[in-house]
């Protein structure tokens, strides 16, 4: 399947991932930028691998989402034979914020 970002959830993963180089280090940043490109890989594979996330499944459209690490999570759905990343959330804010982002 093909996988594609929306561009907030783009910018996020790239704010998190400026974010942990600037404070852990280019080893780290290197780490976790490889945990999230296995995920992708994994996610392209079995596109229902992620359960449905409780926070949007008041939704018309069936969110997903995995974790990558004990921090963020990937949240998705599934179109047709797209799989596309509408947000890449830090699970350590308001989950009605983060929510609401995705509404």
Not at 1 to 12: F, H, N, S
Not at 67 to 90: G, T
Request: glycine content about 2%.
């Amino acid at each position: 399947m093909k996988l594609k970002w929306y561009p907030g959830a783009q910018e996020a993963l790239q704010n998190t991932a400026r974010y942990i180089q600037i404070h852990f280090g280019n080893r780290s940043c290197k780490e976790f930028l490889r945990e999230v490109v296995r995920t992708e890989k994994l996610l392209r594979q079995h596109p229902n691998i992620g359960p449905i996330e409780p926070l949007l499944a008041d939704l018309p459209k069936t969110y997903r989402s995995i974790v990558i690490n004990s921090l963020n999570k990937l949240v998705y759905r599934i179109e047709e034979d797209v799989i596309i990343v509408v947000d890449f959330w830090d699970v350590r804010r308001d989950p009605n914020i983060l929510a609401n982002q995705v509404k």
